[in-house]
């Protein structure tokens, strides 16, 4: 996870988080980044989202909600990069949640998040569930040259084999 810098010139305050996708049968490393900006709250996914990942919206507000955290009332951009590949599955929920944490400063964006891959879905309570294509993800991040990816106890097996 990186914070850059703080404040964007207009306000606002963009955090990455890694994840990845899956393509046919192979991994994609994506790069999940939320800025949070003054204005009327809103909140949007841009980079080729399906409906799954378009819905997480509502899972992550309640799951950052019910884990004890403040969901920010302010403008929020989820950006999923790169943006020419479509993305699907639930597996962005747990970055997403990372990046609204850290960009609101409810969670310290150390060095060492930054080195690691984030595939889980959100479960309302917060707690996180398995996702499918876990293999072909955990191998995406560590040609990426990430250190290792954070999943489900229930995916854990499966991303220990790349």
């Given at each position: 996870?990186?914070?850059?810098?703080?404040?964007?010139?207009?306000?606002?305050?963009?955090?990455?988080?890694?994840?990845?996708?899956?393509?046919?049968?192979?991994?994609?490393?994506?790069?999940?980044?939320?800025?949070?900006?003054?204005?009327?709250?809103?909140?949007?996914?841009?980079?080729?989202?399906?409906?799954?990942?378009?819905?997480?919206?509502?899972?992550?507000?309640?799951?950052?909600?019910?884990?004890?955290?403040?969901?920010?009332?302010?403008?929020?951009?989820?950006?999923?990069?790169?943006?020419?590949?479509?993305?699907?599955?639930?597996?962005?929920?747990l970055p997403v949640?990372?990046?609204?944490?850290?960009?609101?400063?409810?969670?310290?964006?150390?060095?060492?998040?930054?080195?690691?891959?984030?595939?889980?879905?959100?479960a309302l309570d917060?707690?996180?569930?398995?996702?499918?294509?876990?293999?072909?993800?955990?191998?995406?991040?560590?040609?990426?040259?990430?250190?290792?990816?954070?999943?489900?106890p229930e995916n854990?097996?499966?991303?220990?084999?790349?």
């Amino acid at each position: 996870m990186e914070l850059f810098g703080g404040s964007s010139v207009l306000g606002g305050v963009l955090a990455r988080v890694w994840s990845a996708a899956v393509r046919g049968i192979d991994g994609h490393a994506v790069a999940v980044e939320t800025d949070l900006a003054n204005g009327i709250p809103c909140y949007a996914t841009v980079g080729l989202p399906d409906s799954a990942v378009r819905e997480s919206r509502e899972r992550v507000v309640a799951a950052v909600r019910n884990s004890g955290f403040e969901f920010p009332s302010r403008r929020i951009t989820v950006n999923l990069a790169p943006a020419e590949l479509r993305k699907s599955g639930t597996q962005f929920d747990l970055p997403v949640a990372l990046g609204v944490l850290a960009a609101s400063g409810q969670v310290q964006a150390g060095e060492r998040l930054g080195r690691l891959a984030f595939l889980g879905e959100l479960a309302l309570d917060g707690s996180v569930k398995p996702v499918q294509g876990v293999l072909p993800m955990a191998d995406a991040a560590r040609r990426r040259g990430l250190a290792g990816v954070v999943v489900a106890p229930e995916n854990a097996a499966e991303a220990a084999a790349t």
